[in-house]
């Protein structure tokens, strides 16, 4: 797991790999008086070389490999037309983390630079979908999936039925039925994180009874404001926001979009419970529908770390 300098007295100075097994220390003949440098790989083409130089040491490292790269769609068969959300985490031993350039291609002739973004497809059919990661030497990494976008199904006819004269007609007094405020459920669907809450807001699936125009809140209780030092006299505190809107009955996407001070607080938190609050108004009224949301922080980063199956080199 290190690799070691030789030849410093009775010191021993150490460089520590981040991943993989480091190979054992082996000596490169030095040139001139107080050099001595050592050599070490790990498994995955990365090297180091470091030495004494008169009163201090030197190291350089060899970068042999393109940046881990992890992408999350949304979904691997959306409608025609329909947003899909994408995204890459990506981390290389060597970049900066603004050094490493993401490129993805749609496979419909349209392509993308960035971590993360929405795309629609307009015509069914499927796509090869691939993204590229580039760190700061020029090494790269690549993945590709194939996305399905269905026909349409086509509307299944019926019959008219023909009028029954037997059938008496409407009584003119029975009042009509009296206007309500919309009726709304919501669900969070599952694989959201605290990284994906941070980058790309909380997804939540609303369902409206009729037209409707939807105002969403995200807030934590008084305990866990204050453990993230978000607030500490309110009994609640508004941590994100997001609106919507539908035209008829039916569902949509609401995402709840974090403030700046959320995003910085929650950056270490592991675990954290919030409440989605969502109202549904029409020219009737408003009805609020709530949810307590639990999502915890993502898995550490590891070299063995098992990709959605869909996901694969091209």
């Not at 979904?75 to 959300?85: D, L, M, N, R, Y």
């Not at 807030?219 to 993230?228: D, I, P």
């Not at 403030?259 to 020219?283: G, P, W, Y």
């Not at 980063?301 to 098992?306: C, D, K, L």
Request: proline share 8%.
């Amino acid at each position: 797991m290190a690799a070691w300098t030789e030849g410093i007295g009775s010191a021993t100075n150490e460089l520590r790999a981040i991943t993989g097994p480091w190979s054992g220390p082996q000596a490169v003949p030095g040139e001139g008086e107080g050099t001595h440098p050592a050599l070490a790989f790990d498994g995955y083409g990365n090297g180091v070389l470091i030495g004494i130089a008169g009163d201090h040491v030197a190291a350089t490292g060899l970068d042999g490999e393109g940046p881990w790269l992890e992408p999350v769609i949304d979904s691997f068969e959306p409608a025609i037309g329909q947003p899909v959300h994408f995204s890459a985490d990506v981390f290389d031993v060597w970049s900066e983390d603004a050094a490493i350039k993401v490129h993805w291609e749609f496979g419909d002739g349209t392509h993308f630079d960035g971590r993360a973004g929405t795309h629609a497809y307009l015509a069914a059919g499927t796509y090869k979908a691939s993204v590229a990661a580039t760190d700061a030497a020029g090494n790269q990494t690549i993945m590709a999936a194939d996305i399905e976008v269905p026909q349409p199904a086509m509307p299944t006819p019926t019959a008219t039925p023909a009028p029954n004269p037997a059938t008496p007609a409407p009584n003119p007094a029975t009042p009509a039925p009296k206007p309500t405020p919309p009726g709304a459920t919501l669900d969070a669907p599952a694989g959201q994180t605290l990284t994906s809450l941070k980058t790309r807001g909380l997804r939540l699936r609303v369902t409206c009874s009729s037209a409707c125009t939807l105002t969403g809140t995200l807030s934590l209780g008084k305990t866990q404001a204050k453990r993230l030092h978000l607030g500490r006299r309110s009994k609640t505190v508004t941590i994100g926001r997001g609106t919507a809107r539908l035209t008829t009955a039916g569902a949509t996407d609401l995402r709840l979009k974090l403030t700046a001070a959320a995003r910085k607080a929650l950056r270490l938190a592991r675990r954290v419970t919030m409440t989605a609050e969502v109202s549904a108004s029409n020219a009737f009224g408003t009805r609020l529908t709530r949810r307590t949301v639990t999502l915890k922080r993502a898995r550490a980063i590891s070299r063995s770390r098992a990709l959605d199956a869909r996901w694969r080199a091209p």
